[in-house]
Structure formats: C-alpha cells, structure tokens
C-alpha cells in the first residue's frame, strides 16, 4: 500500500507564475508525485508525494534541474542566497550592466552615435569595434547564464515561458548583428529578475514583521527566583514575570500588577489599555509601563498569536475569485499571443513583401511584450498585502476571497449575544425550582444533549423536549420582559436566573455606516425569545428581526437571503451561530469573546469586540478591489500600446523587456500600497 506523504520548502527563485508552471511542469514528470501546492508571496511549495516511488532528495534534484534551488521550509527560513553567502544572480546581473555599459561607453567614446544604435533595429551589419563586441559578449553571457537552465526546462517541457523567450530573441538579435541590443536584452531581463524578487521581499517582510514578535524566552517564577525559559517549553499554569517594554510570552491572566498593555498587534487598537489583576493579556502584546506576574493559560503554539499567524500563512494558499479568473484567462491569452507573434513573423514577409529577419525580429517583440508576468502577479500580491494590512488592524481573514465578499456585501445578518449586546448578562432575578421543576429541566437538558446542540433555555425549546408545568411559565414570564433564562447549580440546588444583557454601545451608528455604504438589508436571527431579540436590535436601529429560531431554521434563512441577494455577511459568536455562519457568503466572528466553534467555522475574526471593525472591512475590501481592477487595467493597457507599437514596427527587443519590467514594477509597488492603510475613522 502506497502512504502519500506531503514536504513543505522554500523554492529560492520562484517570484512569478512562470517559475510556477515551470515547477509544476518538472514535477509531474516526476514519479510518485502526487499534489503540488505554491504560495509565490512565500516562495513556498507543497509537495504531496508516495514514499515508495519517491524521495525529498530525488524531489530536490529535480527542481535543481531547472536552475531552482529548495531547501525544507522553516517558518524563520530566509529566502535570500544560500547560508548567508554571495548571492551568484546579483552578480550576474551587475557583472552584465557593468559589461553593457562599458561597451556602451566605448561605442559613443568612438563614434558619437550611441543614441542611435541603441534606438533604431536596422538590421545594417554595424561593425563594432572588438573591445565593444567584447564587452557586449560578456553582458550576454553572464546575463542569460542563470535563465539557460529554466528555458531548457520550458523547452523539455515544452512551455513557451520567458526564459526562452528571452533566449531565443537574445540569439535572433545576436544572429541579425544587433549586439548592442542583444547585450540590453540580456541586461534588462536579469534585472526584471532582480526587481521581481526584489518586490516579493517586500511582501515576505511585511508578513515576518507580523511573524516574528513574540520573544524567545521568558523569565518564569519558581519560588522567591525566576529562570529563563524557552517560550515553547512554558507549561499551562506558569507564573512568568514581564518587566515593562518587554512583550508578554504567552496568553494568560495578570496575578499581580498594573501595567499599560500596548494590545494593537492583537486587536488593532492604537491606544495602550490599562491591566490590572484577574484581566487577560495575550502573546506578543507589549507592556509599556509596570511590572507584571502572568499565569499562563495556554502554550505558545496554541495562543491568539499562533493562531493569527497559522491565519495570515493559510490564507495565502486560499485564492480570491480574480486570481481564478486571471488563470483562467492566461490559458487562453499565451496560446492566442503565440498565434498573434507567429502571424506577425510570416504573413507580411509573404504578402507584403518584407523581409523575415525584420518581421521575425517583430515577432520576437510581440512575444516579449505580451508576457502575461504584470498580470498575473498583480493579484495575488495586493491581495497578501491587504490581507496582512487587516491582521495588522485587528481583522483576520481566511483568504482573499473574503476580502472580495466583504467589499460586496449586500445583507448582512447579526446575531443578538454578544453580538448586538455586550455578551455580559447581569442576573436580574432568580428563583430556586422545587424537586417537580427540577424534574421537567433534567428532561430538557436530557433531550438538548440528544439534539446535539448547545440550544438556549427558552418557551420554545422546553415545549420541544416535552417539559411541561410551572417551569414552562416561569421561563415564559422572564422571557415576556426581555431577558434570557439560565441555570445556575448551587450546592444541591438549581436556580433559575433572568439574565439581561445590555446592547452594545454604538451599534446602531455603525449600522448606519452600512447602510449608507450600500448595505441594502440587515436582519437579525436569534434563537432567544422575541422580546430579548427585539429590545437589543430596537437598540441597535434594526427593524427585521426573527427570534426563537433553532441552529438549522438560522441556516435556512440565510440559504434563501442568498438566493434572493447574492453576498450575506453573517456576524455571530455562538455554538448555535457556526452552521449559519458556513452558510453565509462570509461568516464572521469575535475573537475575544466567540467560541472556538464559531472561529473554526467563520471566515472572518474580529479580535477585538468593537462592531466598527465591519466598516473598516467593507471599505478596505473595497480598495482592494480597487487597486486589484487598477493593477489589471494598467497592465493591459500597457500590453496593447507595446503591442501596437511592435506591429508598426516602432518597438526593439530591449524596450519589450523594459516595459514589461516596468508593468510588473509598477502593478508590485501599487498592490503594496495595501500595506500602508491609513487609520481608518471607526478603528
């Protein structure tokens, strides 16, 4: 029996889609490879492989064999040369432009005409002088020599990517006597290297600045003395001393001390909040001012942070909606270019005339400029940097696809605990029930568990379980005033309580905000009683509620707002919310206060209880999609004035590398405006 096994690396060299379909290529060649998974931003693949057919080592070789270099991956892995050495491409690269510019210096030193040359194709044999062809050899050489074995790779694999592209016009031009552009080709090509890798840094560094915040040790308290301590190796239950400017190691609860806890890694907030003892504090938050003594609650691999960062890595291998759609496009666009550059190449020479070293030149040209690299990595790097922009105010998203559904949203849906209200009921009467009571509760709870779910006492469901008697109205009498029952054990007594909990202050103004961005309905589903349901969204401004509602009968409403609306947001934070929650289009949660299955569900978490937090996700998912449209445009516009400029014959060789370098530049550095979100009014 063959057992699939999955390795994770670090691929040295893969900044574009090219090194992707490249990769995917040579791997599928490979015997007993399974599943290949890329993260570009990351520089990470995913490869899923049987043990029996395959080896990691025999895995590496083969990407070794396209000119790539992988290395196992590590959270903290650099994706920079190889053990902190010399980096053999950027040698490369300026060994080329130190070659081409001396060449360069050396024409326009002899004959003044250097402008010229380097402008106009004419194709005239110019004879250069030797230290001139000289120098220009050594750029091309140097230059195309880390391209050679990835355009072998395409042409193995039979994939028409850039490097061969390149290749094979650097050789055309060099066999029609144009050295000098040959040599810029060559040039210009290995710097579009350097600049692409250059802009997915910047990426990657925004992520590990994310990343890499929580400390590496801690001092933790035995006795009257303390030891440092690896974080990872802090038990549940320690008592750790956190001086102030230091970050705090772990999630837990102050013992002792008052401090200003600066928690905007976590939750967003600008302002440093006072903590003082018995409040909770999480990982990687810093303490600004006093001393505290912090009983951890939970290891460092299952903290807020841990799991915000397992969130932000996760979810760049989630693709957004116009990352599929640019795929999509691409499998039709280079099959289509390639057609177009072929017919460029032959039909004028055969009906107009022409000659074929002009119109193949032209149609090298039309190749080059038509390389889809500015589309395609335009997407996926505004959407890493708007993604890493939301974590940094206190939104995590699951994936681009959600950005584009909150910036859609035409419904949204909130549930009432802790959602429209603070999620802290005060009691406001209790009653001890008598042994016949206690009897017909016992018979609820016992048809709750039966159920599965973790439903709320209320009239409804304590007539579904078959309970009857005096219980039933007393649970009817505190329901009619707007409160909710609970139970309390208290020795061998049960108590009910009517609980009220108060609406969340300015509810009703970011609704408001909603609204007027376009936000056509907002409902409320609820499985409280009707009049809790209705005071808190009278509260909150909304009038389309629907209230004593069980887990699936929340499911199904949402289904048929789906049907009629498209995008449904849904807002909850109950085990009673998470199958409405994955129904919705977007199902959002709290991160201080939901449950665990309600973050495991939704697709969005707010870490902190601030509802403001929807509109800064509407508006930033709005400018994401913005910049994403502005990126796509820009890209083909430029794609089309090169393209019309290599079909009247206006264009070089070096000028198609050159702009679609600078496309790819351009569409990078836009997309990674994303990261410098201004503060947004409700955040």
């Not at 303390?226 to 320690?238: C, D, L, M, Q």
């Not at 040209?365 to 996926?380: D, F, G, K, Q, Y």
């Not at 201080?592 to 929807?614: C, F, K, S």
């Not at 070089?652 to 997309?671: C, E, P, S, Y």
Request: glycine content about 10%.
């Amino acid at each position: 029996m063959l057992i699939n096994k999955t390795v994770q690396y670090r691929v040295h060299g893969m900044d574009c889609a090219q090194e992707v379909s490249l990769l995917r290529s040579r791997l599928s060649r490979v015997n007993g490879v399974r599943d290949l998974r890329f993260d570009v931003v990351q520089s990470r693949m995913d490869v899923e492989y049987a043990d029996e057919r395959v080896s990691p080592a025999e895995i590496e070789a083969a990407v070794s064999s396209i000119g790539m270099r992988c290395e196992r991956w590590a959270r903290n892995s650099s994706p920079g040369p190889e053990g902190g050495g010399i980096d053999r491409v950027a040698l490369f690269t300026w060994g080329s432009g130190l070659a081409l510019a001396g060449g360069m210096a050396i024409e326009a030193w002899q004959t003044g005409d250097l402008l010229h040359t380097v402008l106009v194709h004419e194709h005239s044999g110019h004879q250069l002088a030797t230290p001139v062809l000289l120098c220009f050899w050594v750029s091309i050489l140097i230059g195309m020599l880390p391209a050679l074995p990835k355009a072998w790779g395409a042409l193995r694999g039979l994939r028409a990517d850039m490097n061969l592209l390149v290749l094979v016009s650097v050789a055309g031009a060099s066999a029609l006597g144009e050295w000098t552009e040959a040599a810029t080709l060559s040039f210009l090509f290995a710097l579009a290297g350097r600049m692409e890798s250059w802009s997915m840094a910047r990426a990657r560094d925004a992520i590990a600045k994310l990343l890499a915040v929580a400390p590496a040790e801690a001092a933790v308290i035995h006795g009257n003395h303390e030891h440092r301590v690896a974080v990872g190796k802090i038990p549940v239950g320690a008592r750790v001393r956190v001086r102030a400017g230091e970050r705090i190691p772990a999630d837990g609860h102050i013992v002792e001390g008052i401090s200003f806890v600066n928690q905007a890694l976590i939750t967003g907030e600008s302002v440093a909040v006072e903590k003082r003892s018995g409040e909770e504090v999480f990982a990687g938050t810093i303490n600004e001012s006093g001393t505290l003594d912090v009983e951890t609650s939970r290891e460092a691999s299952d903290s807020t942070l841990a799991r915000m960062i397992r969130m932000v890595e996760e979810s760049q291998a989630r693709r957004a909606p116009s990352e599929q759609i640019l795929e999509r496009f691409t499998k039709y666009y280079t099959p289509t270019i390639l057609l177009l550059a072929f017919t460029v190449c032959t039909l004028p020479p055969l009906f107009r005339g022409g000659g074929w070293g002009e119109w193949f030149y032209q149609g090298m040209v039309v190749l080059l400029i038509s390389c889809p690299c500015a589309l395609v990595i335009s997407t996926p790097v505004s959407i890493v940097a708007a993604l890493t922009s939301a974590a940094r105010h206190g939104v995590l998203l699951k994936g681009g696809t959600f950005l584009e559904e909150a910036a859609r949203m035409r419904v949204l849906v909130l549930g009432r605990a802790g959602v429209l209200t603070l999620g802290t009921p005060e009691t406001a009467e209790q009653t001890k029930l008598d042994g016949a009571e206690v009897e017909e509760i016992r018979r609820w709870q016992a048809w709750k568990e039966d159920q599965g779910l973790d439903l709320p006492l209320t009239p409804r469901t304590l007539l579904a379980s078959g309970a009857k008697g005096e219980v039933v109205r007393r649970v009817e009498r505190i329901a009619s005033r707007g409160w909710t029952a609970a139970l309390r054990e208290e020795s061998t007594s049960l108590i009910l309580e009517g609980q009220c909990d108060a609406p969340r202050p300015g509810a009703s103004d970011v609704l408001s905000a909603l609204r007027k961005r376009g936000v056509e309905r907002i409902v409320m589903l609820t499985g409280d009683p009707g009049q809790a349901g209705c005071q808190a969204a009278e509260a909150a401004g909304v009038t389309d509620v629907e209230a004593d509602l069980f887990p699936a009968e929340k499911a199904a409403r949402i289904r048929e707002l789906s049907r009629l609306y498209g995008q449904v947001a849904m807002v909850g934070d109950g085990l009673t919310d998470a199958e409405a929650l994955a129904e919705s289009s977007l199902g959002i949660t709290l991160g201080t206060q939901g449950t665990d299955m309600a973050r495991e569900t939704a697709d969005a978490v707010l870490m902190t209880n601030d509802l403001g937090r929807l509109v800064f996700l509407v508006d930033h998912g709005r400018r994401t999609l913005r910049v994403i449209r502005a990126n796509i445009l820009f890209a083909l516009a430029a794609k089309v004035l090169f393209l019309a400029a290599a079909i009247a014959g206006m264009a070089t060789l070096w000028m198609a590398v050159a702009a679609d370098m600078g496309a790819t530049f351009a569409v990078t550095l836009n997309g990674l405006r994303l990261l410098r979100t201004k503060q947004h009014p409700t955040v």
